[in-house]
C-alpha cells in the first residue's frame, strides 16, 4: 500500500473556486481500481489550505490516476488558484 498526503495551498480569493473543482477529482478518483482513500481535509483555522490524505494500491494505480481525464482537467483548472506548488509526500507505513 502506498500511501500520499498532498498539501494544497489556494490563493486567498480562490478558496471557493478551488473546493468546487476538488469535487468531480475526489469523486471520479474514488471509483478508480487500486484507489483505497482519497479523502480531501480543510486545515481549521488556515481555509486556504487543503490536505488530500491518499492510499493507493500501487504504483500503477498511481500512475493512472495521474493520467486520467478527471486529474489532468484538475490539475489545469487548479493552476491558477494555488498560491504555490502542490507538495507530496509518498510513504509507506512502519508501524
Not at 24 to 47: F, I, S, W
Request: hydrophobic share 40%.
Amino acid at each position: 500500500m502506498i500511501h500520499i498526503t498532498a498539501v494544497i495551498k489556494a490563493k486567498p480569493d480562490t478558496v471557493q473556486a478551488l473546493t468546487d473543482i476538488f469535487k468531480p477529482l475526489v469523486e471520479a478518483t474514488r471509483m478508480e481500481e487500486g484507489c483505497k482513500r482519497y479523502d480531501l481535509h480543510q486545515v481549521m483555522n488556515e481555509a486556504t489550505t487543503f490536505i488530500m490524505m491518499e492510499e493507493w494500491q500501487s504504483q500503477e494505480s498511481i500512475d493512472k490516476h495521474n493520467q486520467s481525464a478527471h486529474f489532468q482537467q484538475f490539475v489545469a483548472d487548479a493552476k491558477p488558484l494555488l498560491a504555490e506548488p502542490l507538495q507530496a509526500y509518498f510513504t509507506e507505513q512502519v508501524l
